[in-house]
């Protein structure tokens, strides 16, 4: 899809030279087990556009298929520049990764089927190929005093909120 000048989506040739790069089972977990998913595009004026989502669903290719139903605002962002990115991450992992590619508005059957399991009535699909895996759980090698729930102790008190040494 791209926009026509006066706004419009129209079609445009199949991007079927999109492949996207086999992802870790590491982080088709996380995407299973997110808490939350971020995923930004570039508006017209280049402004980043942000929009919160449920799930990526990976398809049998390793494309990720995302229901397009709501996001009107990032169709269209698609549509003129395919360029995005996605914020996954589960604190019950202790993961998050940022996944940078190519997205696009989907209407093969197969995607709109996939997301039709979880959203009936959907009529668009937008999938994405993802072309670099950012790893952000970079503090897993980093070492941090941890205090207490109830703050730092009081002094002579050494039963809550010590710092580990």
């Known amino acids: 899809m791209a926009v026509s000048p006066g706004g419009a989506l129209r079609s445009l040739p199949d991007r079927g030279t999109l492949r996207t790069m086999d992802l870790s089972p590491d982080v088709l977990q996380t995407l299973k087990m997110t808490d939350f998913t971020a995923i930004v595009t570039m508006q017209a004026d280049g402004s980043p556009h942000l929009v919160g989502a449920w799930n990526l669903l990976p398809a049998p290719d390793g494309a990720l298929i995302l229901s397009g139903e709501r996001y009107v605002e990032t169709r269209r962002n698609l549509a003129r520049d395919p360029r995005c990115w996605v914020l996954v991450a589960s604190r019950e992992l202790n993961s998050g990764y940022r996944l940078v590619g190519r997205g696009e508005v989907s209407s093969r059957p197969e995607d709109i089927e996939l997301v039709r ?16 895996v950012e790893d952000l759980a970079y503090w897993k090698a980093l ?9 730092p102790a009081a002094p002579g008190d050494s039963t809550r909120g010590t710092h580990d040494d």
Do not use: D, M, S
């Open 117 to 132: 399991r979880y959203w009936p009535r959907c009529h668009f699909a937008i999938r994405l190929q993802v072309e670099r």
């Open 143 to 151: 070492t941090f005093p941890r205090v207490g729930p109830t703050g």
